[in-house]
């Protein structure tokens, strides 16, 4: 192949013009056109007319030259919707080179676009499927050629992987090892125009008019034109699979796809851009000053580096779904099932619903083929489907998963493990598999451990789903569909710094009073439907002071903010200098995996265990209490809380610099990865600007940042990701609102 590029023929635009005459009898001006093994000059004559005089490389057989003017014959024939060049003399020898002249098609070439709308990368697709149509049953003995470039032949720039460094190399690597998986019997065969890269696309609007050069024409696997097509679209694209994704769609469409080609599309495609990019390097090395040889590696590298960030399976789902081969059904009968047979009491994010099937790490992948950063899923705490929870669920789920009545190491390792996070007097565990269950088991622990009734909780507060926790939440029971508060709750105004109205662990006391026999006081240890509150400094340790002086005992629901989120500390409450006497857990403490927890003294612990047992069928079996090992595991082994502080602090002084800008952002806030994003319409009435906030969130989905709306007022963004978020997304984040804010 070397060889092929070195005896590229170098001719220069005055000799091109003389050729023209001597060879065609044409008085033309000659200017080159870029090339990769051949060279190929526009000549213009003095009428006019445009033509391309093709100058084929010295290595360059007779007989290929001759299959590939048959080729462009049989597509001039056979795909009236495409314009293809037509030989305009016969082709001639001359000084060791043959030398053809093309008629010149028309049309703008793609790669000097703007942009390449979805429309566009439809038509794409469809011309290429048109020109495979075409050339089916085409055959001839030079199209049996072993050419470098065709995908099938991989290995040949495989040779060259040892030039690329370390980190390159292993997504290489993994490049080739699925295609040394590809069934090569199981896809059609047939011969391909094999290079529909923009720029030998022809455009006019946004419809391809014509793709031009059959210099990689071969017979190879007919959906590899696709392939070669896809890898070179996704080139610079904000979402490649959405852009691969239209043109698979369209060539469906247009000359229908087996199966099996579909299924391999994906990993040919990839395979294509590592092949590019081994070329480059060996070309890096061996021509240096050939620039039109490098000119896809850069690009081709910021995309390989984006897919191998892309979760396994996502795109051929994708793929799968767009020709109508996935069992999977569309969003739409989606939201009619859900509409006929799940209670209607649940809402869906988002007015055009996102249909999510992949998620790795803080990113979400939808079937349309798009990536979203997630910035909201508290859930996914160390990051969507780590691969080590995955796996700790999964071995175990196949080796045994029971109740815990009989003995389980997992059960005894992971309670050690949790409490040993805790200060000192929180020593016991109660494994559940909710927020809610953790929560409703700490009031019974408080009812049983005080003997009374009585509870205060904080206003806008939402503790969980069960009949006792909707009487604890002011959020839902003086929301729709409440029946206000019941008798013995007690609401504290909410500590807000920015909105004021209260009066600290005052307000704490004076209930206690008002109660009487106060049994608790729950309260989150930063506020999350209250709409993200840092709480005041020291009011935690205050309000549970007046608490116990009472006679109550003191809850603090970390189901939010636990497990590392606050950055500085693993526990929430731990900023704010107090020790509560019951710790309850969900969310992220199973990744996912429905889990939760209540941590007590041994004291508490000890009143409720009064020969009433409390036995929970799912709480702290093998499997949960194995995702729940391997979750504490990745906070430490990935530095995850560490992370939280540096990244969170990061991430609001960016926003906070925004506030300068913005006088629609009342105020900014945040702890580690809890953030809050308050809208007002005005700075000295604090007037909530609730629908701006929800018009952001929407505006900012379209542009694949996940975030949503909280507080009693519907005016405060929330920004709660897992803990992998990193600087970069941070940056995303913030350039993508400002624009949404401009
Ligand atoms: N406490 C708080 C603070 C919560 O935010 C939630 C859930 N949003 C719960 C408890 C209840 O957790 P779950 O939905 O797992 O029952």
């Known amino acids: 192949m070397a060889l092929a590029v070195t005896n590229a023929p170098r001719f220069t635009a005055a000799e091109a013009m003389q050729m023209a005459v001597e060879l065609y009898g044409m008085r033309a001006e000659a200017e080159p056109l870029p090339s990769e093994r051949d060279q190929n000059f526009l000549l213009r004559t003095e009428s006019g007319d445009r033509f391309v005089l093709k100058i084929a490389n010295a290595g360059e057989r007779r007989e290929v030259l001759e299959y590939q003017n048959a080729a462009i014959q049989r597509l001039a024939e056979r795909c009236g919707d495409l314009r293809f060049p037509r030989m305009a003399g016969p082709m001639v020898s001359s000084g060791g080179y043959l030398v053809r002249l093309f008629t010149w098609v028309e049309g703008t070439c793609m790669a000097r676009a703007p942009r390449h709308s979805e429309e566009m990368l439809a ?363 019941p008798a013995h709750v007690h609401v504290v105004p909410t500590p807000d710094p920015y909105r004021g109205g209260f009066r600290g662990p005052q307000d704490v006391r004076e209930a206690a009073q008002r109660a009487g026999a106060v049994a608790a006081f729950f309260c989150e240890s930063a506020l999350s439907c209250a709409g993200q509150v840092i709480l005041p400094p020291g009011y935690l340790r205050d309000a549970f002071d007046a608490v116990r002086e009472a006679g109550g005992v003191c809850v603090a629901d970390e189901v939010q903010t636990g497990f590392g989120r606050a950055g500085s500390h693993f526990w929430m409450f731990e900023t704010q200098d107090a020790v509560p006497d019951i710790v309850t857990m969900g969310k992220p403490i199973g990744n996912g995996h429905p889990l939760g927890a209540v941590v007590t003294t041994r004291e508490i612990a000890q009143s409720f265990a009064n020969g009433m047992e409390y036995f929970n069928t799912f709480g702290g079996n093998p499997v949960s209490c194995a995702a729940g090992l391997a979750v504490l595991d990745v906070i430490r082994d990935e530095g995850l809380q560490e992370n939280a502080r540096d990244t969170g602090a990061y991430l609001l002084g960016r926003l906070q610099e925004l506030t300068g800008r913005h006088a629609i952002l009342g105020d900014v806030r945040g702890r580690g990865l809890f953030l809050g994003i308050e809208f007002v319409r005005d700075r000295g009435t604090r007037e909530p600007a609730a629908a701006e906030a929800s018009a952001a969130v929407e505006a900012m989905k379209e542009r694949g940042v996940l975030l949503s709306t909280d507080g009693p007022l519907h005016n405060v963004i929330k920004i709660k990701p897992p803990l992998v978020f990193s600087r970069s997304d941070a940056d995303l984040l913030v350039r993508e609102l400002e624009e949404v804010l401009a």
């Open 123 to 485: 038509s794409l697709g469809r011309a290429v499927a048109l020109i495979d149509r075409a050339l089916a049953g085409f055959s001839h003995p030079a199209a049996q050629r072993t050419l470098h470039w065709d995908i099938r032949h991989a290995d040949l720039a495989r040779e060259h992987a040892h030039l690329l460094p370390e980190g390159r190399r292993r997504i290489i690597d993994a490049g080739f090892a699925a295609w040394e998986q590809v069934d090569w019997s199981a896809l059609r065969r047939g011969v391909i125009h094999g290079d529909a890269n923009d720029y030998n696309v022809l455009i006019d609007g946004d419809r391809v008019v014509s793709i031009l050069d059959l210099g990689d024409s071969v017979e190879t696997a007919v959906v590899c034109d696709l392939a070669i097509a896809i890898a070179y679209a996704m080139l610079g694209k904000p979402d490649p699979v959405a852009a691969a994704r239209a043109m698979v769609e369209a060539y469906h469409g247009e000359y229908p796809l087996t199966e099996a080609e579909v299924d391999h599309l994906w990993t040919l495609a990839v395979a294509r851009l590592c092949l590019s990019v081994c070329y480059s390097a060996h070309h890096a090395l061996t021509l240096p000053e050939n620039d039109y040889l490098g000119v896809t590696d850069a690009p081709a590298w910021t995309l390989l580096e984006r897919l191998s960030e892309f979760p396994e399976g996502w795109p051929r789902d994708v793929f799968r779904r767009a020709c109508g081969f996935s069992r999977g059904r569309g969003a739409a009968a989606i939201v009619a099932s859900r509409r006929d047979h799940l209670g209607a009491s649940l809402s869906l994010s988002y007015r055009q619903p996102l249909h999510i099937t992949h998620g790795w790490r803080q990113r979400l992948f939808s079937t349309a083929g798009r990536g979203y950063l997630d910035c909201v899923n508290n859930v996914a705490h160390v990051g969507h489907s780590h691969p080590r929870v995955a796996e700790a669920a999964a071995t175990q789920m196949r080796a045994l998963n029971t109740n815990t009545r009989y003995l389980h190491e997992h059960l005894a390792e992971y309670i050690e493990r949790l409490t040993a996070t805790l200060p000192a007097p929180l020593s016991v565990a109660y494994l559940v598999c909710s927020g809610s269950e953790a929560n409703e088991l700490a009031l019974r622990l408080a009812r049983a451990h005080t003997g009374r009734d009585q509870v205060i909780v904080v206003d806008t507060a939402y503790h969980g789903n069960t009949n006792a926790l909707v009487d604890l939440s002011p959020y839902k029971f003086n929301g729709p569909g409440g029946r206000g508060k």
